[in-house]
């Protein structure tokens, strides 16, 4: 019987935060093993999501689903604390990817997955309060795919990306009485939007002992309109409730940025039980992930967040 030993050592690993982790990078636990290096390496169903046109190099049919449990643990620092913690919950991201060969050249995938999602809360009373108290958003994605292989080498990818969204913001109001110290925001909406995710996929070398392979994979932004989101104020003064009242509507919408990868995947064969496998990936959005509303009562507010630049480098050794 063959025994399979996955041994994964990091090489580099660059990253910044991003939104408070408003990107899910959880999206296979293989490619987790990986550090999520699988833009040039079709290594299974999963490369639907990192880079449809590899789905060509796979064989058969195949399916890959599974949750992932995470607890965010964040705290802030600021001129005035040297510590903010963030009363985050727990979230459960998942997938599902398929894969199916239809010719020799002609491949076609499906998927659904939550690829933005988060939530963040603070204590009523800090002192960002009137920037922020609550925050959540959580996306599904659903995404057919077609892919063909143009060349013996080269293959193309193409899919398309339905998705779904909600989001809710609380913030305090600079609104005192004798009863309150401030007043509440409550904004909540959802929406549908549709974008796309566009793969090339060229297999520069295969030998007997060495292969090369080259990916390129691009995500578009997705703009998600929250119109006919509810308002809700409350503790407001009640000289006031003309002002804001108690439930009205808003206009708004978030964008979700563009995501752009590339990657390199070099193995060797040592001898007919050890492989050797170089996996290089570089992936960063192409903008900010943006956030705005306009209420009817001609208050316009942005919020902003900032993107992740993330570049690693991964060895995996696969030893039989």
Known sequence: MKKKLLIGISLLTAASSFAGGFQLNTQSVRALGLGGSNTAWAIDASSVYFNP?????????????????????ISLQTEANDNINQT???ANPIYFYYTGKITQK????????NQFGSS???????????????????????????????????????????????????KAVPLSSTENLYGKAHLAGKGTTYGGNFGIHFEAMKTDKMDLSIGLDYRTALKLKLDGGTAEFTDIPSSLTGTFPASTSFKGGLTLPSVASAGLKFGYKINDNLDLSVVYDFTTPLGLLMIHWRLTLKTLTHQTLKPLKTGKMFLHIDLE
């Open 53 to 73: 046109a590899a789905i060509t190099r796979l064989q058969g049919y195949q399916f890959s689903l599974g949750v992932h449990y995470v607890t965010p643990s």
């Open 88 to 90: 985050t919950g727990n």
């Open 106 to 113: 002609l491949s076609v995938g499906f998927l659904v997955n």
């Open 120 to 170: 963040s809360s603070f204590e009523d009373s800090w002192e960002g309060r009137y920037i922020v108290q609550n925050i959540s958003l959580r996306t599904f994605m659903f995404q057919p795919t077609l892919a063909y292989q143009i060349h013996e080498k080269i293959s193309i990818g193409a899919g398309f990306v339905l998705a779904t969204g909600s989001f809710s913001f609380e």
